[in-house]
């Protein structure tokens, strides 16, 4: 993974090409796990992954096992980012402090805060489709 022109660039490979989407599988290593000795330590992990990319142009000009980069730009991963762990975990607080202060029940407060999450990703659910036509990865032949 690099940072350049404010994107966020991961090389990969195509597995599957649908009509839907171009389906690449990308290596998420962790940062030491390109360190010469990471084969004898325990916190170096590396992990395959299959990335969707949604509304490609020319998804026919790539090939299956072709190396390709996938890309997103900072402000689709913030967007992203705030969606996924942002605003659920202001959600927690705000229903957790509010439900403890009126009621002064922590464990009431707990189920609260946990169950504030549900309408969150019921209603993200719905918009599913909207939202991964806003915050999609790119994809880009390797030069």
């Not at 171009?22 to 992954?49: D, M, P, W, Y």
């Amino acid at each position: 993974m690099s940072n350049m022109n404010n994107r966020i660039l991961h090389s990969g490979i195509i597995d599957a090409i649908t009509e839907k989407c171009v389906k690449v599988r990308i290596l998420q290593t962790s940062a030491c796990a390109q360190c010469k000795i990471s084969g004898h330590c325990n916190s170096a992990e590396s992990k395959e992954k299959i990335v969707d990319v949604y509304n490609v142009r020319d998804k026919y000009a790539f090939k299956i096992g072709e190396e390709v980069i996938v890309c997103a730009s900072l402000k689709i991963v913030s967007n992203a980012m705030l969606l996924g762990f942002g605003i659920p975990l202001a959600l927690i607080l705000i229903v957790l402090i509010s439900v403890y202060m009126s009621t002064t029940n922590e464990a009431y407060a707990a189920l609260c805060g946990i169950g504030s999450l549900l309408p969150y990703y019921v209603i993200l659910y719905f918009f599913r489709n909207s939202i991964r036509d806003r915050i999609a990865f790119g994809i880009e032949k390797k030069i």
